[in-house]
């Protein structure tokens, strides 16, 4: 029996030295946000966006001097599939519970600070976390029981700093 669900699969191998190439692929990953199943093995969900992502890594790594192998591939049992999609949760999970950390810094900053540079300040990291949270949430390819609370997080952050603008602080 195999899975309904369809995975790109990448096992890839680097030369060690410069370490700056790892790196470089690892934020790839990473960025299009890739679940990592040990070292230099790695899955996504097949999909036509990812693929292409995918094919666009491996052409690097063989750039790069590296081999490569990419798969479609489909567990075998459906358990499997949970399990994949369980690890892209918690990756999404840790991914806002990271976000939420700094909102939840940036609110006490904003709460003791006073003066227009520190409004200001508190608004450019109000932008990168909603930019940060818009990108988990599309990372999140089968959701997060994190998101609601960041998102929400973040609308507190931006109601408290709309109050200091009307309040002249």
């Known amino acids: 029996m195999t899975s309904?669900?369809?995975w790109t699969l990448l096992v890839y191998k680097i030369p060690s030295q410069p370490t700056r190439l790892r790196l470089q692929i690892w934020r790839k990953l990473q960025r299009m946000g890739a679940l990592y199943l040990q070292d230099a093995v790695c899955v996504v969900p097949s999909r036509p966006d990812l693929d292409e992502n995918m094919q666009?890594?491996?052409?690097?790594?063989?750039?790069?001097?590296?081999?490569?192998?990419?798969?479609?591939?489909?567990t075998f049992f459906p358990e499997g599939d949970a399990r994949l999609a369980g690890g892209f949760r918690d990756l999404a999970d840790?991914?806002?519970e990271?976000?939420?950390?700094?909102?939840?810094?940036?609110?006490?900053?904003?709460?003791?600070?006073?003066?227009l540079t520190?409004?200001?300040?508190?608004?450019?990291?109000?932008?990168?976390?909603?930019?940060?949270?818009?990108?988990?949430?599309r990372l999140a390819y089968f959701g997060s029981d994190k998101a609601t609370a960041?998102?929400?997080q973040l609308d507190t952050l931006r109601r408290s700093l709309?109050?200091?603008?009307?309040?002249g602080k």
């Not at 939840?104 to 600070?113: F, G, V």
């Not at 520190?118 to 949430?137: I, Q």
């Not at 709309?162 to 309040?167: E, G, I, T, V, Y």
């Open 4 to 6: 309904p669900n369809p």
């Open 162 to 167: 709309d109050d200091l603008h009307r309040h």
């Open 150 to 152: 960041v998102g929400k």
């Open 98 to 115: 990271e976000i939420a950390k700094r909102v939840e810094a940036a609110q006490s900053a904003l709460t003791k600070a006073a003066g």
């Open 94 to 96: 840790t991914a806002f």
């Open 56 to 74: 666009y890594i491996a052409e690097a790594i063989a750039e790069m001097g590296g081999t490569y192998h990419l798969f479609k591939a489909s």
């Open 118 to 137: 520190a409004l200001e300040a508190a608004e450019e990291e109000l932008k990168r976390e909603r930019v940060a949270y818009l990108r988990a949430k």
